[in-house]
């Protein structure tokens, strides 16, 4: 199936900025951050990118959210 043109830019986009929250609040907290091991960040990667059809569902949820606030988008 093919990816709609702009889940993948939006997932990119919102996932980032979902990182940026997470990081600035960490570091807002003053304490030393701990950073995952590269085995595990590796793990963690290759689970993630086992979900390829995640950000096209995520994407298709959000449009069924904007049919029913306002349709008027899809003009």
């Given at each position: 199936m093919p990816v709609p043109p702009a889940s993948g830019p939006l997932m990119t986009?919102?996932?980032f900025?979902?990182?940026c929250q997470i990081l600035v609040n960490a570091y807002a907290t003053g304490k030393p951050l701990r950073?995952?091991?590269?085995?595990?960040?590796?793990?963690?990667a290759r689970d993630w990118e086992s979900i390829a059809d995640f950000s096209?569902?995520?994407?298709?949820?959000m449009k069924k959210v904007l049919d029913g606030e306002d349709p008027s988008y899809r003009d």
């Open positions: 986009s919102t996932c900025e979902r990182a950073v995952l091991s590269d085995a595990v960040a590796e793990r963690t096209i569902a995520h994407f298709e949820e």
